[in-house]
């Protein structure tokens, strides 16, 4: 009852740490109520006994990617006019057609993983006996492969394009 309780209460905060993310005018402020946010869910980890994912969840997210956030807030200026012109460079189709793609290979391999699909008694006679950092590892590794793979490639992605965005400030 006390847990459902604390559940229900922690998801409603992180609900409305979401609306208020997206609905502040003032981008510190978005930035501070994402931070809130994080420690929510951090606190909603707790509450489920993943004690490991909650300390991942202060450390890398409310610690670092915020962080992160507020240099890019302050040293963009966002009180910029937007560009006049379009960039000549710019090949809409062509990336169309890369993001077609992507996604026919997504299906593929979700399409691929649902007929190959390990019946769950198999799954748990051959998960690790150990506690929640080796069941996480294993979980990761193994079901949650191609989702933590395809999450490695947006940060790639983002980590190129905030190095590109800075190389034509320089």
Partial sequence: MVEAFAFYSLAAFILGFAVLVITARNTVHSVLFLVANFLFVAALYVVLHAEFLAVIQVLVYAGGIVVLYLFVVMLVNLKRPPEAHADPRRRGRLGLAVAGLLLAQLVAVLGYSATQAVPAAAAAA?????????????LLYTDYLVPFEVASMLLLVAMIGAIILAKREL
């Avoid at 051959?126 to 294993?138: D, F, K, L, Q, S």
């Fill in 126 to 138: 051959t998960a690790p006996a150990g506690g929640n950092v080796e069941a996480v590892g294993w």
